[in-house]
Every structure is written in structure tokens, then in C-alpha cells.
């Protein structure tokens, strides 16, 4: 293996057993398998399209586009787009849950809005359930959500142990 390998082997590779996994892959020149987890909780809302809640591949865990639906109705709870988002990321949080992991271990999230002037109501609220370290995020006015929504958050999060290194 050149240098070069090596190096964008290490970049690639996070863990010491997918380092193990790939290495033995390609000294036997066979095809590594990944572990994909479909993750579903009757404590969220049940997706409403063809997608599962969350989707865990090994450590890192994909979670759905999350609304504020009320779980049993499936509908939006009723409020102002403060109420709306508090539910979305109560849905989300028992996705987490689920899955095996918390808000603490999200890496990125995304916010999708119907209207960018309610950026601020949705961060006062985003701070009650992200109070440190917080994720990598994204944020984007659409032209339109599913159902009418004010807002969908999805997340991208880690499952198992995890040590934050930060700046202050």
C-alpha cells in the first residue's frame, strides 16, 4: 500500500474495526459488509411517504425529515410555528431514542421552513433541546413542506460512545 493509500485509507476509514473490516477486504479482495438498521418507534409519528423514521448504517445514524405531528392524530398540532417546532424535535428526540442515541450525539441537522422569518422562533426553541456543543446545522426556506408544515428538521447523528473535542 503507497503512502498516499494509507493516508486516504485513514481519512476514509473511522474506527479501528471498519480500519480491521476494510483491510481485510481487500487482502482477501472481497467485498466489505456494512450493517444497515431500519428504525422505527411507535413513540414518533409514522412516516407518512415511502421512508422509515431513521436509517442507522454501523455508527452513524440518518434521521428522517421530522414535522410537528401529534402521533396518534397525524396531524399538526395546533400553534404558532414555536409549538410546531417543539413537537418536531420531541418527534425526533424519540427517533433518537430509538435508535440508541440522543441529541448530544447529533453531528448535523437541517431546517427546512415555509417562512425565514421565523429563523428566530425556531432557534429559541432549537436551544431548549441542543443546549451545548452544538451540531453542525443547515437551514433553508422551501417553497413548501409536507402537510402545510412551518417546519421539518432532519438530523444526522452518532450512535455509541463519543468524545467532543472543543475550541473553548
Known amino acids: ?62 434521521v428522517s425529515g421530522c414535522l410537528g405531528l401529534d402521533k396518534d392524530s397525524m396531524k399538526l398540532v395546533e400553534g404558532d410555528v414555536t409549538v410546531e417546532t417543539r413537537q418536531a424535535l420531541k418527534n425526533l428526540g424519540h427517533i433518537l431514542n430509538a435508535a440508541g442515541s440522543s441529541f448530544d450525539k447529533v453531528l448535523k441537522t437541517t431546517i427546512f421552513m415555509s417562512d425565514i422569518n421565523d429563523f428566530a422562533a425556531i432557534n429559541e426553541v432549537y436551544k431548549e433541546f441542543f443546549t451545548r456543543d452544538y451540531p453542525a446545522r443547515s437551514a433553508f426556506q422551501v417553497g413548501k413542506l409536507p402537510l402545510n408544515a412551518r417546519v421539518e428538521i432532519e438530523a444526522v447523528a452518532a450512535v455509541g460512545n463519543i468524545k467532543t473535542i472543543c475550541c473553548h
Open 1 to 62: 500500500m503507497s503512502l498516499s493509500s494509507r493516508r486516504l485509507w485513514r481519512i476514509v476509514c473511522g474506527s479501528a474495526r471498519q480500519k480491521r473490516a476494510i483491510s481485510s477486504a481487500v487482502i482477501n479482495n472481497s467485498p466489505m459488509t456494512l450493517t444497515r438498521k431500519i428504525i422505527n418507534t411507535n413513540n414518533a409519528p409514522r412516516p407518512i411517504a415511502p421512508y422509515n423514521q431513521a436509517v442507522l448504517l454501523e455508527s452513524t445514524l440518518y
